[in-house]
């Protein structure tokens, strides 16, 4: 079905024009793919949490990942937190979030 819709519309946005759908989204955040490192992505740590950020090449050698090493945690989850200050978000809109991720423990 996915292959047919793509033969048929080419993109995203033609198929949702063609079947009355909600336009595409505009991207919000910077640098998602981290190709300018950490701009404009910003690390805040709160004691007594440490942790540090960095990008590194992904395994697949197209795209760059974060990798963030969290070296000790604290009983509150926003002492450590990633964001890109200047985000505005709308009260009562709808937004879309997708990541991959990975974890390990030590």
């Known amino acids: 079905w ?3 819709l793509l033969a048929k519309y080419g993109d995203t946005a033609t198929l949702n024009n063609a079947w009355g759908g909600a336009p595409v989204a505009t991207e919000l955040l910077d640098n998602t793919d981290f190709s300018a490192p950490l701009d404009p992505w910003e690390l805040q740590v709160t004691d007594p949490a440490a942790a540090t950020a960095s990008v590194e090449e992904n395994a697949d050698g197209t795209t760059s990942a974060l990798r963030m090493n969290i070296t000790a945690a604290s009983d509150e989850s926003w002492h450590v937190q990633l964001f890109q ?4 978000l709308t009260p009562g809109a709808s937004y879309r979030a997708s990541v991959r991720m990975r974890g390990s423990s030590p």
């Open 2 to 4: 996915n292959v047919w």
């Open 85 to 88: 200050p200047g985000l505005v």
